[in-house]
């Protein structure tokens, strides 16, 4: 299971470990994820993703994971949340 939420694309990032002798390691910045569910009021139904913290705030400032999904640029979304903004958008629609 790759460290990367699901709905934002946020992944892993390298930087510095600096000690007090100014010595330069390198270090890993996980981003922080969390295992949600989140209900698709267009659907019916809930979905579980593997999301990052500041990407929850985000669903819940842009209206809720329908709203986002619909938001959501299609490269940033792991295949499995593509499908349901696919399926989403369906609904929507007809």
């Known amino acids: 299971m790759s460290r990367r939420c699901e709905l934002s694309g946020k992944g892993v990032l390298t930087g510095n470990r600096v000690s007090h002798s ?3 390691t390198r270090r890993r910045f996980l981003p922080n994820l969390n295992q949600v569910t989140l209900l698709s009021e267009a659907l019916g139904r809930s979905f579980r993703f593997r999301i990052a913290a500041s990407t929850l705030r985000t669903v819940d400032h842009r ?32």
């Open 22 to 24: 100014h010595i330069r």
């Open 63 to 94: 209206g809720g994971f329908d709203a986002f999904l619909l938001k959501a640029k299609a490269a940033d979304l792991s295949p499995r949340a593509l499908k349901v903004k696919k399926d989403v958008e369906a609904a929507l629609a007809g």
